[in-house]
């Protein structure tokens, strides 16, 4: 009886050890992929960096994770007391942390995400997690206006999102 326990113990750690999650950033889809063993977990809309700030690609890892995180340089995507929530920082300064979406990219470099999102992301993900960010955001995501169609698109992973299968917005989009 031991024996099958500590067998137990021990298929079931290995197990573990093997799951591997990472995340992957589409900086065209704007859209942030949580995955474990290579498959898609959860998806989330995101708002990268702006022209000017954009996003860097590549493959990085987490480097720090803050619940709170303050920021000196960025107040106006911060609260009232200068603090991102959530905060995941993979390259130099950027990092993924809960904010404002306004449909478009919009950040200094930072990735966005709502913040009921950011707090999955937050919780599944540990210090030295990879991240690959890739894609272009093309300047017409600059401008363009986030209409229902915008929401019929084709994601990376899976069937296409329409409104009855696209995530709930976050409280206070309401």
Known sequence: MRIVVTFSIFFCAAIS???QTSVEIDLEEQMA???QNGRPVLAS???SGRYGHLTKGGSFKILEKERTHYSSMYGRIVDARGTMHYFMRFCGADGMHAGYLPGYPASHGCVRMPEQYAIAFFNSVGVGTPVSVFGRTSA???YSDRSQ???LR???FGPPIGPRLAPPPPPWWR
């Open 140 to 142: 017409g995501r600059y």
């Open 33 to 35: 992929y949580l995955l």
């Open 45 to 47: 809309p995101i708002s």
């Open 17 to 19: 050890l093997r799951a």
């Open 154 to 156: 084709r994601p990376r």
């Open 149 to 151: 169609s915008a929401f």
